[in-house]
């Protein structure tokens, strides 16, 4: 057996979530799609700029189709679907020319005048930057503009479709109403021929053999007649989302939680239109730093620029890929975290199993193909370097790197490199800010000057090891039970944080005077 053909074997079982997933759809096709292939899709309203949440969604797709190319020869496409025929409901404030947007509310976006001057309108202003945000991260996508379909009749067969069977899907959405929305309810939003605002008002005929709605016009109260084909009319989105589902023929597209109503609606009218629901989860949503829901107007989460300035895309992609199903704090704080375990899971992948490798987050996040990275110190304890060093000089951080670790280089190592200039930004704006040094306790004194004694035995350019075990038996011989005790004293009162390092690394990286005198600072508060 080849590499290729030991992978698929394994992939076969293997419980990592995007293989799962991508078994989904195995036995959707057990004799393989009629099209010839498997189309996945994520959603985008472009009312707004891209956000962490479209990061998210795409490079958790992107995940399964990977997987599922491990499992089947068969073709696949992701498709990124921008809603721009949408109504125009609120001005966001973050644009220019307030007044003038103001007067385009209830507008399809694509028909919003671009208020940065740069593009035909707001719609394609705000897909350019999707566009150019997926590209930015190497997506492998196909776009498509809600208005182009509408209009250019790629929806048109399945927009007859719901017309034919309005009953049915009515009967789907008016239970989920309250008394007021179920009375004006209507499944086609017709486009004012006057005015051009997308209209929500109630439908007084309907034609199926013409392929047509009726309906007042709220100002002058005269019935008009509009196709609901060519872009004169859009759905409401639940239905909108399965019509999509069934025009397109979507085979995989995730959610979040907050939408498995809506999921379980459009699968039961994409049935109604003769077709099967595509496969998917739903995705917990992020929370903020006090485990409060992330919410875009009250800016309380974490951007994709805010979290690459701290720290490479990969971090970022490890952060979507661990337990997408449960609810995670999205904040400064965990990124540390993140980048450190993304390393060592890359630095663990060449020697392990096939079976392994396949559950490796870096097999997922690289497609398959993670870099040969092994890092010499991780990034926590650079920034416990920066922090103790007073330095934001990458140059000087460097010196201690290459003392203790002789050959290592920015030439050698760019992605440590990189990490040394991302901790400088990390340790200026998160961590001096909120440094305190406390003093030490009788007890923690006497352990520390202890400790100071076994350093000097011990003597400079001795390996971590050396060092870790003369902090272990300080901690030991003063009492402290347990131990982790003693590490948690020996951060605040020679760090000022509450956690940090593996202290024995710390002092080969920090260099043995240097640590003394952190202890010398400590003991003479």
Same mark, same amino acid.
């Given at each position: 057996?080849?590499?290729?053909?030991?992978?698929?074997?394994?992939?076969?079982?293997?419980?990592?979530?995007?293989?799962?997933?991508?078994?989904?759809?195995?036995?959707?096709?057990?004799?393989?799609?009629?099209?010839?292939?498997?189309?996945?899709?994520?959603?985008?309203?472009?009312?707004?700029?891209?956000?962490?949440?479209?990061?998210?969604?795409?490079?958790?797709?992107?995940?399964?189709?990977?997987?599922?190319?491990?499992?089947?020869?068969?073709?696949?496409?992701?498709?990124?679907?921008?809603?721009?025929?949408?109504?125009?409901?609120?001005?966001?404030?973050?644009?220019?020319?307030?007044?003038?947007?103001?007067?385009?509310?209830?507008?399809?976006?694509?028909?919003?005048?671009?208020?940065?001057?740069?593009?035909?309108?707001?719609?394609?202003?705000?897909?350019?930057?999707?566009?150019?945000?997926?590209?930015?991260?190497?997506?492998?996508?196909?776009?498509?503009?809600?208005?182009?379909?509408?209009?250019?009749?790629?929806?048109?067969?399945?927009?007859?479709?719901?017309?034919?069977?309005?009953?049915?899907?009515?009967?789907?959405?008016?239970?989920?109403?309250?008394?007021?929305?179920?009375?004006?309810?209507?499944?086609?939003?017709?486009?004012?021929?006057?005015?051009?605002?997308?209209?929500?008002?109630?439908?007084?005929?309907?034609?199926?053999?013409?392929?047509?709605?009726?309906?007042?016009?709220?100002?002058?109260?005269?019935?008009?007649?509009?196709?609901?084909?060519?872009?004169?009319?859009?759905?409401?989105?639940?239905?909108?989302?399965?019509?999509?589902?069934?025009?397109?023929?979507?085979?995989?597209?995730?959610?979040?939680?907050?939408?498995?109503?809506?999921?379980? =609606?459009?699968?039961?009218?994409?049935? !109604?239109? +003769?077709? *099967? @629901? %595509? $496969?998917?989860?739903?995705?917990?949503? #992020?929370?903020?730093?006090?485990?409060?829901?992330?919410?875009?107007?009250?800016?309380?989460?974490?951007?994709?620029?805010?979290?690459?300035?701290?720290?490479?895309?990969?971090?970022?992609?490890?952060?979507?890929?661990?337990?997408?199903?449960?609810?995670?704090?999205?904040?400064?704080?965990?990124?540390?975290?993140?980048?450190?375990?993304?390393?060592?899971?890359?630095?663990?992948?060449?020697?392990?199993?096939?079976?392994?490798? =396949?559950?490796?987050?870096?097999?997922? !996040?690289? +497609?398959? *193909? @993670? %870099? $040969?990275?092994?890092?010499?110190?991780? #990034?926590?304890?650079?920034?416990?370097?920066?922090?103790?060093?007073?330095?934001?000089?990458?140059?000087?951080?460097?010196?201690?790197?290459?003392?203790?670790?002789?050959?290592?280089?920015?030439?050698?190592?760019?992605?440590?490199?990189?990490?040394?200039?991302?901790?400088?930004?990390?340790?200026?704006?998160?961590?001096?800010?909120?440094?305190?040094?406390?003093?030490?306790?009788?007890?923690?004194?006497?352990?520390?000057?202890? =400790?100071?004694?076994?350093?000097?035995?011990?003597?400079?350019?001795?390996?971590? $090891?050396?060092?870790?075990?003369?902090?272990?038996?300080?901690?030991?011989?003063?009492?402290?039970?347990?131990?982790?005790?003693?590490?948690?004293?020996?951060?605040?009162?020679?760090?000022?944080?509450?956690?940090?390092?593996?202290?024995?690394?710390?002092?080969?990286?920090?260099?043995?005077?240097?640590?003394?005198?952190?202890?010398?600072?400590?003991?003479?508060?």
């Amino acid at each position: 057996m080849n590499l290729a053909s030991d992978l698929r074997a394994a992939a076969l079982t293997n419980k990592a979530w995007p293989f799962e997933e991508a078994r989904k759809l195995l036995d959707r096709y057990p004799g393989g799609p009629a099209k010839g292939h498997v189309l996945f899709e994520t959603g985008y309203g472009p009312s707004g700029l891209p956000h962490i949440g479209t990061f998210g969604e795409v490079v958790r797709t992107t995940m399964v189709r990977r997987a599922f190319a491990v499992l089947s020869d068969v073709p696949t496409r992701l498709v990124a679907f921008s809603d721009d025929m949408d109504g125009f409901r609120k001005v966001p404030d973050n644009l220019p020319q307030q007044e003038m947007l103001a007067t385009y509310l209830g507008q399809p976006l694509s028909a919003v005048p671009d208020p940065f001057g740069t593009h035909a309108s707001l719609g394609a202003h705000n897909n350019a930057r999707l566009r150019v945000f997926l590209d930015n991260f190497g997506f492998d996508y196909e776009f498509m503009s809600s208005t182009d379909c509408y209009r250019g009749g790629m929806f048109d067969a399945t927009l007859l479709e719901v017309l034919a069977h309005y009953d049915a899907v009515m009967g789907v959405i008016l239970p989920t109403l309250g008394p007021d929305r179920r009375a004006t309810y209507a499944p086609f939003l017709p486009l004012c021929p006057r005015t051009g605002v997308v209209l929500q008002v109630p439908l007084v005929a309907r034609d199926a053999d013409a392929g047509t709605v009726s309906y007042a016009d709220p100002a002058s109260g005269d019935a008009v007649t509009v196709p609901v084909t060519g872009g004169h009319c859009k759905l409401q989105w639940k239905v909108d989302w399965a019509m999509r589902w069934v025009a397109l023929g979507v085979d995989y597209e995730m959610a979040g939680k907050d939408l498995i109503d809506s999921v379980t =609606l459009s699968g039961r009218i994409a049935r !109604i239109l +003769g077709a *099967k @629901p %595509p $496969e998917g989860f739903n995705y917990e949503l #992020f929370l903020d730093a006090v485990g409060g829901k992330i919410s875009k107007s009250k800016g309380n989460g974490l951007g994709v620029d805010e979290w690459l300035e701290y720290a490479a895309p990969e971090s970022l992609a490890l952060y979507m890929y661990q337990n997408p199903r449960k609810a995670k704090r999205l904040h400064f704080d965990v990124i540390p975290k993140a980048v450190d375990e993304y390393f060592a899971f890359a630095a663990a992948y060449p020697g392990q199993p096939v079976d392994q490798r =396949l559950g490796n987050p870096a097999f997922h !996040i690289h +497609g398959g *193909k @993670p %870099p $040969e990275t092994r890092l010499p110190l991780t #990034f926590g304890l650079l920034l416990n370097l920066v922090t103790v060093s007073g330095t934001s000089d990458p140059a000087v951080l460097w010196g201690y790197v290459t003392r203790s670790f002789p050959g290592t280089s920015a030439a050698t190592h760019p992605e440590l490199d990189a990490l040394v200039h991302y901790a400088i930004r990390y340790a200026r704006d998160f961590v001096v800010p909120h440094l305190h040094r406390r003093k030490p306790d009788a007890r923690e004194a006497a352990a520390l000057a202890d =400790l100071d004694a076994r350093l000097a035995a011990v003597g400079p350019g001795a390996d971590a $090891e050396a060092y870790q075990n003369e902090v272990y038996a300080a901690g030991k011989v003063a009492g402290f039970d347990p131990l982790r005790d003693w590490f948690k004293a020996l951060y605040e009162t020679l760090l000022g944080t509450e956690n940090g390092p593996r202290m024995g690394s710390f002092v080969a990286l920090y260099g043995l005077d240097g640590t003394r005198g952190l202890i010398a600072e400590s003991l003479t508060s």
